[in-house]
């Protein structure tokens, strides 16, 4: 699949990490051939057992390629889906989704080290702008039928480590040094399941995944050079001007949750309870805010643009209230308010260069949002302004009908927010073919 984002493509390369066969050196006998063989019995049977994962994965994407090529005003026959059928203006590829996420309800198995201890590995925040981390490893260790106990069915590897309970177990200001004490968590982490299994070695952790919503992420990843370079990192802080690479790289939608799932069910007025053009209220941090409040704050009482709200004034009632919901980048390219948005049913409008939006590969945000230049936020009005009437509810409908993939469910449900992060780790495995001579 293909996707796109701010200031970056995301065509999804096809890659190849080729391991190549020990030569014999010399010519042994037969009793040694035999003493061989026996020896690497586990080996043959480990690589026997990879080929037909990688032979999975090869039908997935023929079944996969076959959907992309029915075009969108042709009749789609899929296995019957009772819960919901992809389709509309809202995907890249409405067929080609459907059919790549039944292939990985079908096939896809992740394998999940159990080495470690809380609070830095399998554990993370509950709470706050970090906390949809917390929430995939607590899912992905307790509550998927995709995880398999056995690594040789696996097609990925997860490490469950938690770089937001990391920095707040390890860093101290003005006594800690930079990532050091992180990163080297991290690098004694991957060094211990290296040797231990020999799946890392196997791919240079090509078929391994990290996730992580703190800002620290992309650099801490950098504590393994394969970890950056191969494995698939699912991060909030998608920037591609700082290394993020979607064509192996996923971006994670940053969700802030107060200790449980959010409450989205009632809060999207109609649009003509929406009086206000386009709100915003956030802490003026980063490079972009700055120019937003300096060309909109008290400006015009059409855009509500804010640093700090009034205590009498509710920042979800804004959101309900506008029909456009401004999203700049903070210090770091993510932000939470283009999922609140969503929430709110209003309109999210995107400030960020080099950001790669969540689940892009798939969702087509034309139909649901409109991105800014940084450039062009003097005339964010105007251009605002300009949407008609006709496109606005067009854009409000997508918001309505993609809002079931942001969603964050107490227990994963099919296509929720869990699921679509589940679907973005397997489209980049699809994206790796491994061979093993």
């Given at each position: 699949?293909?996707?796109?984002?701010?200031?970056?493509?995301?065509?999804?390369?096809?890659?190849?990490?080729?391991?190549?066969?020990?030569?014999?050196?010399?010519?042994?006998?037969?009793?040694?051939?035999?003493?061989?063989?026996?020896?690497?019995?586990?080996?043959?049977?480990?690589?026997?057992?990879?080929?037909?994962?990688?032979?999975?994965?090869?039908?997935?994407?023929?079944?996969?390629?076959?959907?992309?090529?029915?075009?969108?005003?042709?009749?789609?026959?899929?296995?019957?889906?009772?819960?919901?059928?992809?389709?509309?203006?809202?995907?890249?590829?409405?067929?080609?989704?459907?059919?790549?996420?039944?292939?990985?309800?079908?096939?896809?198995?992740?394998?999940?080290?159990?080495?470690?201890?809380?609070p830095l590995l399998h554990h993370g925040p509950c709470r706050g702008i970090y906390s949809i981390e917390g929430k995939f490893i607590h899912d992905i260790e307790k509550r998927t039928p995709l995880r398999t106990r056995d690594p040789e069915r696996a097609h990925v590897h997860f490490l469950p480590f938690s770089i937001s309970n990391m920095v707040k177990y390890l860093f101290e200001?003005?006594?800690?040094?930079?990532?050091?004490?992180?990163?080297?968590?991290?690098?004694?982490?991957?060094?211990?399941?290296?040797?231990?299994?020999?799946?890392?070695?196997?791919?240079?952790?090509?078929?391994?995944?990290?996730?992580?919503?703190?800002?620290?992420?992309?650099?801490?990843?950098?504590?393994?050079?394969?970890?950056?370079?191969?494995?698939?990192?699912?991060?909030?802080?998608?920037?591609?001007?700082?290394?993020?690479?979607?064509?192996?790289?996923?971006?994670?939608?940053?969700?802030?949750?107060?200790?449980?799932?959010?409450?989205?069910?009632?809060?999207?007025?109609?649009?003509?309870?929406?009086?206000?053009?386009?709100?915003?209220?956030?802490?003026?941090?980063?490079?972009?805010?700055?120019?937003?409040?300096?060309?909109?704050?008290?400006?015009?009482?059409?855009?509500?643009?804010?640093?700090l709200l009034p205590n009498n004034i509710s920042y979800n009632d804004m959101m309900s209230k506008s029909k456009f919901c401004l999203c700049p980048s903070g210090y770091e390219v993510a932000s939470p308010r283009i999922v609140e948005a969503i929430y709110a049913g209003c309109v999210p409008v995107t400030m960020s260069d080099y950001y790669v939006l969540p689940f892009s590969d798939v969702l087509n945000y034309k139909a649901f949002s409109i991105d800014i230049p940084v450039a062009e936020i003097r005339n964010l009005k105007k251009v605002l302004m300009g949407v008609s009437q006709e496109e606005y509810l067009r854009l409000y409908e997508g918001v309505r009908e993609v809002k079931r993939h942001f969603v964050v469910n107490e227990m994963p449900k099919r296509f929720d927010v869990f699921h679509m992060i589940l679907h973005s780790i397997w489209l980049r495995r699809l994206n790796v073919r491994i061979r093993v001579d």
């Open positions: 699949m293909r996707g796109a984002s701010n200031g970056a493509s995301n065509n999804l390369k096809k890659t190849e990490f080729e391991i190549q066969p020990i030569e014999n050196k010399t010519s042994p006998t037969q009793t040694e051939v035999t003493r061989r063989t026996k020896r690497l019995e586990p080996h043959v049977m480990s690589r026997i057992k990879f080929e037909r994962v990688e032979s999975d994965l090869a039908r997935a994407r023929d079944d996969i390629r076959k959907a992309s090529k029915y075009n969108m005003n042709q009749s789609y026959i899929s296995e019957d889906d009772k819960d919901y059928v992809p389709s509309g203006l809202i995907y890249r590829n409405a067929h080609q989704f459907h059919r790549s996420y039944l292939e990985m309800e079908k096939r896809f198995k992740i394998h999940v080290y159990e080495e470690g201890e809380p200001p003005n006594k800690t040094r930079g990532y050091g004490p992180i990163k080297r968590v991290v690098e004694d982490y991957v060094g211990v399941v290296s040797r231990k299994y020999p799946y890392w070695n196997r791919t240079l952790g090509a078929d391994h995944f990290m996730l992580s919503c703190h800002d620290w992420g992309p650099e801490t990843s950098k504590a393994v050079p394969d970890l950056f370079n191969h494995s698939i990192r699912v991060l909030c802080n998608a920037n591609t001007s700082e290394g993020f690479n979607p064509s192996k790289d996923a971006s994670l939608p940053e969700i802030k949750l107060y200790g449980g799932p959010p409450d989205v069910i009632g809060r999207a007025l109609p649009p003509s309870s929406r009086p206000i053009l386009a709100f915003f209220a956030g802490h003026i941090d980063g490079p972009v805010r700055p120019i937003l409040l300096h060309h909109w704050k008290g400006k015009d009482g059409a855009m509500q643009v804010h640093d």
